[in-house]
């Protein structure tokens, strides 16, 4: 069974500080993987999907890099701003079929 | 196109009674989800539909539990009879496969609060 884990579940920094946040999964055996962003009481909205043949992929001040081989991604937010707070979680997605393994997520805050 | 809608977007019922929380998916979308959100276990998958077929019921908990997709654009969750450890928000998701870069995006709705006494 998949198990996706990431670390730290919290994190906190200044406006401007660069973020890393760190996902990791067991099952290398990945058609892709993906950082979505959750705002409390709200659902979740996908951020960034990289396909399991693609070392990374960037949108805006978004980078996620994805490493199969090692079981990790990371995706860093450059230039923090407050409205980055949230909690962002990674899903990985099988080859087979449609059921994405979750982690926990690292919650985000970004202090003024 | 207004996004995938859930409602209630709050249920707060007692233990035994019957709850059904209802999903609405982006039109055009061939998959939708089902998931459930608590702290202790994060996000599970509890079941999907392609078409309006159950694909994928592995995660449904309890027989207490059911999900139908009549049409396209419909699906609810029933839970029946209701505990207090069925408290969680549920979450609905749709998805489309027409394209390879589609595939495997989920958009999700709001969610529904369920709180059982």
């Known amino acids: 069974k998949q198990e996706v884990t990431q670390i730290p579940a919290a994190l906190s920094v200044p406006e401007g500080e660069n973020l890393v946040l760190n996902c990791s999964f067991t099952d290398s055996a990945i058609y892709n993987l993906q950082w979505f962003r959750q705002d409390p009481g709200k659902g979740l909205t996908s951020l960034l999907l990289i396909q399991s043949s693609q070392r990374e992929q960037t949108s805006g001040r978004l980078n996620a890099s994805l490493d199969k081989s090692s079981g990790r991604s990371t995706l860093y937010i450059a230039a923090s701003q407050p409205g980055d707070s949230a909690t962002y979680l990674c899903?990985?997605?099988?080859?087979?079929?449609?059921?994405?393994?979750f982690g926990a997520g690292t919650t985000v805050t970004v202090r003024a | 196109d207004a996004g995938v809608i859930q409602s209630p977007r709050h249920e707060v019922t007692e233990m035994g009674q019957e709850v059904t929380l209802r999903c609405k998916p982006i039109s055009g979308h061939d998959y939708l989800f089902w998931y459930r959100q608590t702290m202790m276990r994060g996000l599970e998958l509890l079941i999907y539909?392609?078409?309006?077929?159950?694909?994928?019921d592995s995660g449904m908990p309890e027989d207490r539990f059911s999900a139908k997709m009549p049409n396209a654009s419909f699906s609810t969750l029933k839970i029946q009879p209701s505990e207090p450890r069925d408290s969680a928000v549920y979450f609905c998701?749709?998805?489309?496969?027409?394209?390879?870069?589609?595939?495997?995006?989920?958009?999700f709705g709001a969610g529904t609060r369920l709180s059982v006494l």
């Open positions: 899903a990985v997605g099988p080859s087979n079929d449609y059921k994405l393994s």
């Open positions: 998701a749709s998805s489309r496969t027409d394209t390879v870069l589609a595939k495997n995006i989920q958009y």
């Open positions: 539909f392609n078409n309006n077929v159950p694909i994928d």
